[in-house]
């Protein structure tokens, strides 16, 4: 009897005290659906603007200011590609248009403009939202980072007009119409 | 009755159980009373902060603040003004030029793999180059610095941070003629002011890579695939201005500003 008053004693302690124990931590924490559900709700349905692209990341660390830093490179690195594939489609429309044999040069300074723009340089890329949630002595930042698209359009258009045989060809595509549109649109 | 081979009596189980459940309770309602307590000792000991602290105002100025020595008031008062004319430095000018390089490792982790950046061009601001006030609220001596304007009114009185965080610390405000950013650290019990100053640096670095920043992916060098991708930034920032400070148990949160017209990038 005695026994089992002191195994029962022993548990009951053992179950008050079991938690101080401090286990390693785990810096890289698998989502689960805990973390899932804590999301803020602007990370699973990003904004809708066509003057702005949008990148969500979500980064974990011990060091606070790291997880911050880190989901927001991760954001910047998917702006950077958004635009980048954003330029490669206007090239790809431009090339269509002109045509692969009318004149190769004028492919070739067309390319050489969008990766001049494109070059991953990120005008105005502003952390738009930041949560920041505590889960078992991690940090792990969310980020909502937005970039406003005029800078680098008016930027392509004017690498363009500097070329005068290049733009006056642009400016008979369809591309150019899409990308004065989206200039027009930006401005007001 | 047996448990576990021991055999057991009506009475003793009853005490037993008896025995488990008063333990249990004690265990439970100790939890509760400590997290009540806890709760009660936090509200009545919120920290208080000069009124310049909460919502600065729209001028550049440095704020300082140093824990106070009765041993060497001195020291405590030096350390406070060096901090606040670092911080009208930062307001009045500074190039914030670097890089930080991360990989991107399986499972489209990013890991950090360092970072350096520099505070260039900085103004020259010393205690002789500007106009200081100063104020002492046990545990700390707070200094003021101007920039030879005389400091706002009502900035030493004293009031606690607002305990629901601000509106900011979640959502960049927006407007067309400034640049926001915020930053945050971890509170050190040591040294807050350090906090602070970390906090306020991190918002200021942010700022910078706002204005514009250049993401160069590695993707293949010499002919080994990697994730790695250095972002650079390069920005002059004139009349930045922190004008919201908030924390946390843990954490401390600066909001800082720039005009538009005071942000330059040095990048191609």
């Known amino acids: ?188 | 009755m047996k448990i576990w081979g021991a055999s057991v009596d009506a009475p003793s189980l009853i005490w037993l159980c008896a025995s488990a459940g008063i333990a249990l309770g004690g265990v439970l309602s100790a939890s509760c009373a400590w997290g009540t307590a806890e709760q009660l000792i936090r509200e009545s000991s919120l920290p208080r902060y000069p009124a310049v602290f909460h919502e600065s105002p729209n001028s550049s100025l440095g704020i300082g603040f140093s824990k106070f020595s009765k041993l060497s008031p001195q020291e405590s008062y030096t350390h406070a003004v060096e901090m606040a004319c670092r911080s009208l430095a930062w307001s009045t000018q500074v190039r914030v030029k670097g890089e930080r390089l991360f990989e991107q490792t399986a499972g489209d982790r990013t890991e950090s793999r360092g970072e350096n950046i520099d505070l260039l061009d900085l103004a020259e601001i010393g205690p002789e180059k500007c106009t200081l006030d100063t104020l002492l609220h046990p545990p700390y001596a707070w200094v003021v610095a101007t920039d030879n304007s005389t400091p706002p009114q009502g900035w030493k009185e004293l009031a606690a941070l607002s305990a629901t965080a601000p509106l900011w610390i979640s959502s960049t405000p927006g407007n067309p003629s400034w640049h926001y950013a915020t930053g945050c650290s971890q509170i050190a019990y040591k040294n807050e002011p350090g906090s602070w100053e970390l906090a306020a640096y991190n918002a200021l670095v942010e700022l910078a890579f706002l204005v514009k920043s250049r993401v160069r992916r590695l993707d293949k060098s010499e002919e080994i695939e990697s994730g790695s991708s250095i972002v650079e930034v390069d920005s002059s920032l004139r009349g930045v201005q922190f004008v919201g400070h908030w924390r946390d148990r843990e954490v401390a949160y600066v909001l800082a500003r720039v005009p538009v017209s005071g942000a330059t990038s040095h990048l191609d």
Request: glycine letters at 6%; hydrophobic letters at 40%; aromatic letters at 6%.
């Open chain 1, 1 to 188: 009897m005695r026994t089992i008053t002191v195994l029962l004693w022993g548990a009951l302690v053992l179950a008050a005290f079991g938690g101080c124990g401090a286990p390693a931590t785990n810096l890289a924490p698998e989502a689960n659906k805990k973390t899932i559900s804590n999301l803020p709700e602007w990370y699973i349905n990003n904004p809708d603007d066509p003057n702005y692209i949008f990148a969500t990341a979500t980064m974990t660390s011990k060091d606070l200011q790291l997880a911050v830093d880190k989901a927001a490179t991760a954001a910047r690195t998917q702006l950077a590609q958004q635009l980048e594939t954003k330029f490669a489609n206007l090239t790809k429309q431009f090339q269509e248009e002109v045509g692969a044999g009318e004149s190769s040069e004028l492919l070739q300074q067309f390319t050489s403009a969008t990766k001049a723009v494109t070059q991953q340089t990120l005008n105005g890329s502003k952390i738009d939202k930041k949560d920041i949630q505590s889960e078992s002595g991690i940090y792990r930042a969310s980020v909502l980072m937005s970039l406003p698209i005029g800078p680098a359009n008016q930027m392509l258009m004017d690498k363009l007009k500097a070329n005068q045989d290049l733009y006056t060809r642009f400016r008979a595509t369809k591309a150019f119409e899409e990308l004065d549109k989206e200039l027009k649109e930006g401005g007001q």
